[in-house]
T-cell receptor, first 113, second 113 residues
């Protein structure tokens, strides 16, 4: 059974800091892992999808890594900005499930000027 | 590319009443998902369609929830009768196929009085 945990639950930092958000999953037989952003009152926006054959994926100031053997993924945000304030969720698929995702509870990020 | 459209955005009903949500996925996306997101938690999959067939409805409370996807495009999710614990955001997502990113709508926020 796939379970996904995210640490920390909340984070408040000054603008400009580099951040690391952590995600752990119990079933390492995954074919990909996805990171999402959720703004208040909005749906989820896909940030990065890492295939199991990749170790990391980058988009602008975001970099996500995947270590299947340890059941961990990290999302690195460089030079944080107030506009990065949101909840970040990771999601791992269920083995044998057709693209069925299990989500963590998210990390609520606040970047203050 | 138009995103996933959902309506209504908000709904307030009394317990034991019925309610329906509508979703129009991204054009050409074969897979459609309905999620329930309770405050402070990650989304939980309720039902997944591949074209107009159900792939997974293992977490759908079938005594009160029903969903259909007519002609493999639009979908409706219904709750009848509603309970207090159904207060949540109901998110619809779609994806082109297996292993592809899921794209989310803004959701319907349901409040049960």
């Amino acid at each position: 059974k796939q379970e996904v945990t995210q640490i920390p639950a909340a984070l408040s930092v000054p603008e400009g800091e580099n951040l690391v958000l952590n995600c752990s999953f119990t079933d390492s037989a995954i074919y990909n892992l996805q990171w999402f952003r959720q703004d208040p009152g909005k749906g989820l926006t896909s940030l990065l999808l890492i295939q199991s054959s990749q170790r990391e994926q980058t988009s602008g100031r975001l970099n996500a890594s995947l270590d299947k053997s340890s059941g961990r993924s990290t999302l690195y945000i460089a030079a944080s900005q107030p506009g990065d304030s949101a909840t970040y969720l990771c999601a791992a698929p269920v083995s044998g499930g057709y693209n069925k995702l299990i989500f963590g509870a998210g990390t609520r990020l606040a970047v203050h000027p | 590319e138009a995103g996933v459209a959902q309506s209504p955005r908000y709904k307030i009903i009394e317990k034991r009443q019925s309610v329906a949500f509508w979703c129009n996925p991204i054009s050409g996306h074969a897979t459609l998902y309905w999620y329930q997101q309770i405050l402070g938690q990650g989304p939980k999959l309720l039902i997944q369609f591949q074209n107009n067939g159900v792939v997974d409805d293992s977490q759908l409370p079938k005594d009160r929830f029903s969903a259909e996807r007519l002609k493999g495009v639009d979908s409706t999710l219904k709750i009848q009768p509603a309970k207090l614990e159904d207060s949540a955001v109901y998110l619809c997502a779609s994806s082109p196929g297996y292993g592809q990113p899921q794209h989310f709508g803004d959701g319907t926020r349901l409040s049960i009085l």
